[in-house]
């Protein structure tokens, strides 16, 4: 099963970065290149613990449907979200939030599993991987650079 692990430093407190990383306005803000929509459930605002959203967007030439709930979260240390409806057979995405001296350090652990087996798998490594990790990446920059500027009072004030 493919695994992703990505580790970011933002210059910010562990509180900030853990609330904007849970920003529905936030996450279509930092993918606006798929045009992420938030369809169902939490729609705006952070979303919580027992919470569902389901995105809309355009990945790999389809638009795209997929539904997760926050499965687990220990504010503002961590949080993981888990698919119940979509492409893959398994997504798992726990976001971990460290406390450093000068800020914090966000890692996310992303685990899935898609279907068609053998060709999947080839999938995987050749394309599917390096495309999440970059969504990840992108996605990542955007939560650094609201955090560490004024721009996350819009956003959590």
Same mark, same amino acid.
């Given at each position: *099963?493919?695994?992703? +692990?990505?580790?970011?430093?933002?210059?910010?407190? &562990?509180? %900030?970065?853990?609330?904007?990383?849970? @920003?529905?306005?936030? #996450?279509?803000? !930092?993918?606006?290149?798929?045009?992420?929509?938030?369809?169902?459930?939490?729609? !705006?605002? &952070?979303?919580?613990?027992?919470?569902?959203?389901?995105?809309?967007?355009? #990945?790999?030439?389809? @638009? %795209?449907?997929? $539904?997760?709930?926050? =499965?687990?979260?220990? !504010?503002?240390? !961590?949080? =993981?979200?888990? $698919?119940?409806?979509?492409?893959?057979?398994?997504?798992? +995405?726990? #976001? +971990?939030?460290?406390?450093?001296?000068?800020? =914090?350090? *966000?890692?996310? *652990?992303?685990?899935?599993?898609?279907? /068609?087996?053998?060709?999947?798998?080839?999938?995987?490594?050749? /394309?599917?991987?390096?495309?999440?990790?970059?969504?990840?990446? $992108?996605? @990542?920059?955007?939560?650094? $650079? /609201?955090?560490?500027?004024?721009?996350?009072?819009?956003?959590? *004030?």
């Amino acid at each position: *099963m493919p695994k992703i +692990h990505l580790t970011t430093f933002i210059a910010a407190p &562990p509180e %900030r970065v853990f609330d904007l990383t849970r @920003n529905i306005g936030l #996450h279509k803000i !930092s993918l606006k290149n798929t045009n992420e929509e938030a369809i169902a459930g939490v729609t !705006s605002g &952070p979303i919580g613990l027992d919470e569902t959203v389901t995105w809309r967007a355009r #990945h790999i030439g389809k @638009n %795209r449907t997929m $539904q997760v709930k926050i =499965t687990k979260m220990e !504010s503002p240390k !961590s949080f =993981t979200d888990e $698919q119940l409806k979509g492409d893959f057979v398994y997504f798992r +995405h726990e #976001h +971990h939030f460290k406390p450093i001296e000068n800020g =914090t350090l *966000m890692i996310d *652990m992303l685990d899935f599993k898609t279907p /068609y087996g053998v060709i999947g798998s080839i999938f995987n490594r050749l /394309y599917l991987t390096g495309y999440l990790e970059k969504f990840l990446v $992108q996605r @990542n920059l955007v939560v650094k $650079q /609201y955090a560490e500027t004024e721009k996350w009072r819009a956003l959590l *004030m």
